[in-house]
């Protein structure tokens, strides 16, 4: 498997995507949390999930952030010195 030397849109939009749902999913999970506790419903079921949806958006983020910094590193990279010739 050979990896692309250049930039990608379709990774530059999966890492946008993941990073747009990362940050829907931790206002749900946010949102979700403060309900419960509100609620007075510490350690419990819904307390886990949404403490587990706000897990997952943060492996979204990260995910999505390494992705866009990955496309933009491959589109403004310097030709290494055995590629100038």
Request: no cysteine; proline share 1%; glycine share 12%.
């Amino acid at each position: 498997m050979t990896v692309s030397t250049h930039g990608s849109t379709l990774r530059l939009l999966a890492g946008a995507t993941m990073v747009i749902v990362a940050m829907t999913a931790a206002l749900v999970g946010f949102i979700r949390l403060m309900a419960v506790l509100d609620g007075g419903g510490y350690g419990t079921t819904d307390m886990r999930i949404a403490l587990f949806v706000m897990g997952i958006a943060g492996a979204l983020f990260a995910a999505g952030t390494a992705t866009v910094i990955w496309d933009i590193a491959q589109r403004y990279e310097s030709p290494s010195r055995s590629d100038r010739g």
